[in-house]
């Protein structure tokens, strides 16, 4: 059976709630295939990277398993080699457990430990921490690990490249043995392959590893926009190209989706060469539309990734990314629509500074660098209004506290009075800021662009 819906596993509502606070509409299929082997209490192997969605995957599974706040000690014990991926771990669990009372620590090196201890003292339910910090807070009798039933252990592969094994074996001399065990891991070599062997009993194996070889396949370009309205510039100016015959435009989101082809049909297209697809469509509507599609009787569909799995079409001329996706393996899925049966297409990814940090763990997963090209000259580049930006810097900000959560942060809007004095310094801020975001990839040949406004050659009627 194919799971489309959250509300197919038997997981309870608090939780189902907290999935759509998330937006989450659809599980992703390391998630389909998790949840339901998880929650039978089996063993998981997971092959998956970050960005395909394990974190949710091994957590939903184990918060229904523990339920609610019982007792002192800690019924689950979450092991991350990284400060910034246990931190990370720490949010999702706090975001997915929101509507529950369950308590937990997240417990790392580099600080003192007191926080974590005073935490540990006024009892908890899961663990999440980083081998070394979880062994000393054993060692000094502060965490008591007889009740630990279920152990997930994040990114194996880089625990063991960061020397922890040892301390994975002391851990595993320590807890339970009579529990769950689950082990995720981007990559299965030799070592995590004996790793597993070593401490999961008769697992399932999940494997979720996006095909690099799609990517081999297609002609893929990357294009920096500084804003929304750009981006639809230039998207009406290459889907006005004579080559561009079979378009799939992908949005993030149903608005986006639905602001593109509102775009489109009003001001480039005819109604009836357009048609739109994500998740507020019948069923009925969708396969309509992607039936014209296929048949070439509609030149661009504009989807969603939820409403493209899927979709088999084997003569797409271009993929374009009007949003670069948050779940890293659907870029894989999005530029699959393309190139297929050994054809060469055209993947087309549109980049706001914002998305620079997504589009840098995407080329780590296909291996590979997506070459950047400068908007053609063609292209209106409008000025980016001042709300647009600022919710640009503070995502760009929010990424760079991902990455290392010391990072102060380049804006800081509380600071900013509403006043003309306070408006000219918080510009002043986010020029600075912009600059320090900015990528050297992106010179343009010839040097800046003129700031003025400029028509594209492209506007203007339908065609
Ligand atoms: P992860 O691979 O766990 O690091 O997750 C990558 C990103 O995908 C995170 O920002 C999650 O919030 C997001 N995410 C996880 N599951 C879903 C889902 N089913 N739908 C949409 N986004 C998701």
Partial sequence: MDITSFDQFELNRQLLNAVADLGYTEPTPIQQKTIPISLGNHDVLGIAQTGTGKTAAYLLPLLMKIKYAQGKNPRALILAPTRELAIQISKAVTELAKYTDLRHVVAYGGLGPKTQIETLQQGVDMVVATPGRFMDLYRAGELVTKDIRTLVLDEADKMMDMGFMPQIRAILEVIPTKRQNLLFSATFGGRVERLSGEFLEAPVKIEVTPQASTADMVDQVIYEVPNFRTKINLLEHLLTQDDAQRVIVFARTKTSAENIYKFLTRKVFEPNQVRVIHANKGQNTRINSMEAFKEGNVRVLVATDVAARGIDVAEVSHVINFDVPLIYEDYVHRIGRTGRANRT???????????????????????????????????????????????????????????????????????????????????????????????????????????????????????
Avoid: C, W
């Fill in 345 to 463: 297409g055209r993947a087309i990814t549109f980049v706001t500074m914002m998305e620079n940090y997504h589009v840098e763990k995407i080329e780590r997963i296909i291996r590979m660098t997506v070459p950047r090209q400068p908007v053609p000259a063609e292209v209106e580049i409008t000025e980016t209004p001042f709300d647009e930006e600022q919710e640009m810097l503070r995502a760009v900000d929010e990424q760079r506290r991902k990455e290392d959560p010391t990072f102060k942060g380049a804006f800081h809007e509380k600071k900013f009075k509403n006043t003309a004095d306070g408006r000219a310094s918080q510009l002043a801020k986010v020029k600075a800021a912009k600059k320090a975001a900015s990528r050297p990839k992106s010179a343009r040949p010839g040097g800046p662009r003129p700031a003025g406004p400029k028509r594209s050659s492209s506007r203007g009627g339908k065609r």
